[in-house]
Each structure stands twice: as C-alpha cells, then as structure tokens.
C-alpha cells in the first residue's frame, strides 16, 4: 500500500515513525519542501522535494498515482508566517491537495491534522483557522451527511462533494513525545513558544493527570497511521466526534486501546492474513 506524507516537523516525524513500522505500508512518498533526513536510508521512502505543495507536475502525479491516502501534516507555526500565510497554509492548501490526490485512486482517505477543541474556542484565531480548514474540507468528503454545521462568519463557499475523498481529522492538543525516542533525532529545534510549553505546560499537565487534551505522540502516530491505510469506515470509539471521522486526544487514546480489534475488520489485514494462512 502506498502512502503520501506532508509535512516534516514533529507530527510528521510522528506519522512517518508509524509507517515505517507498519508492514501494510510497503510504498512511501514524502512531498516536503526540504530534504527529509528522518527518509535516508529507508527503502520504501521516496522523497518528492518541491516548494509548493499546491501545484504537481503530471510527472509527479504519475509517481502518485494509486496511492491510498494521505497524511497531511504540513502547516506552519504562527509566529513563523504572517497571518495571510498562515491561513493558506492551514486551509487552502490542504483543500488544494486534497482535491488533486482524489483524483489518484477511486477511493482516497485524506488524514487532516487538524487540533483538539478548534470547534469550541472559535474566539481563539488559530483554532477558528482549524474549524475552518475541517469545514471546507468536510464538503469535499464523499459522504455529504457528514458535513460540518458550517459556523464560519458569513459563511464559506459550497463546494461539490468528491466522490473518491474520504475525509478524517486527526486532532491533537499537547503531544508528549518523552518516550518516543525513535522520533527524537529528527526533530527540528523547538521555537521559544513551543520550549515553553514542552518544558513547563506539558509536565504541568501530565503531572496532574490533566489528560482530556494531552496524548502520547504514540497513540497518534497510530491513529494517523490506522486511519490513512484503512477502508474508510467511520470510527467509532468513545471520544470520536458525533459523525465518526474526527478524534482528539481524548478519542486517539480509546481507539489505541481497541484497535487490535477494529482493525481486524479492515480489508487490508483481512488481506494480510489469508496471505499469512496460504
Ligand atoms: N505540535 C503540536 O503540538 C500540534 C498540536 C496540535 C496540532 N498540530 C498541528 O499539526 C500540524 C503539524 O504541526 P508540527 O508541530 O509538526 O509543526 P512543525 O514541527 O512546525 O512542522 C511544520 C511542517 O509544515 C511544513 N510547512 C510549514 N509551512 C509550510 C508551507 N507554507 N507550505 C508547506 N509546508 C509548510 C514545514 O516544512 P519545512 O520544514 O519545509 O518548513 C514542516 O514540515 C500543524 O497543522 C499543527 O497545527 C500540532
């Protein structure tokens, strides 16, 4: 199975950890911006460095092409952008990509790393930003009944549901990474504000045992994992948003602990075990 990977910083760290330990992934394209160090030396990573993420080549679509989904998580932090910047590279880009790569397979699971809680702290910019994004990318989910009540002031443009997008949201909050070790020497250097929180919010919180917004970057890698090469049904765990294609912490940590059965159902272990059985 082939998969699409943006995004290079820590939760793409994260996303490509679990790929590259999963053995239902045997083909990985990275589309980054820069050279992807974490990719060396693996043999079934290709790396596509191109500057923009919204435009692709025929050439590069043919090497695309039958891909299975994709995980998206490219997005700059906010101080490094303007806001402008910041906004398409949060919305308009992922909506973009989403519907080029729809067009690579009949049916195609589009993962948006999105963030927990953005639907209910609006006020706060950067989350309405994710609120946003989701909605304009949940009208191109294939399924229409799923769509977003849409509460962006004055609205956002209807679009046409795509009939190959399979849509889910990944969102997670704090992200403790302090056992993943295998991640560790691929990430970037961490800007002020994200020192702060690392250093001081993150223990804070796991200290008290404050976990409804932190989770383990191991339990999203495999929700990121999980849902990208599965067969795009609805997730159904406790902490699941109501329509069944988002979870937040709360959800990721349910669907770790119940996935050995879940997934079981999923074509591409089915597959894996009539394999084995032969
Ligand atoms: N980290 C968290 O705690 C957290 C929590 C909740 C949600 N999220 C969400 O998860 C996503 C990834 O976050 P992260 O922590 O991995 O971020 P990060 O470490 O800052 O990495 C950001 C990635 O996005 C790429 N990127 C930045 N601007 C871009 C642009 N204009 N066009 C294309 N690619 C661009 C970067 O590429 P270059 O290397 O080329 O700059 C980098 O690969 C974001 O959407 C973020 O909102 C993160």
Redesign the pocket.
Known sequence: MHIIL?????????ALDAMLNDEAIDKITIV???PVPQAEGQAKVTVIVQK??AVYSDEILEKLKGAHGCIW?????LM??TRQ?YE???IE?PVIAAKIFATLNDKFNFVY????GCHDARAVW?FDV?ARAEERLFQLHHDTSKRLTIKTKGGIEEEEALPSLVLYCI?????DYSQHEAIKPW??PL?LA?KW?NGVILPLYRFLGLTSILGSSEELGQAMKDLVICDGQDVDVAGASPEGRCMGAVGMRNWTKERDDKMKDMTVYKQQEATAAA
């Open positions: 943006t995004g290079t910083g820590l939760v793409g760290a994260i980054s911006r820069k923009d993420l998580t490219a997005g700059p932090p490094a952008v910047e398409y590279a949060h880009l790393v999105s963030h927990d950067i994710k969102r997670p909050a704090l992200i990430l970037k800007p994200k929180t």
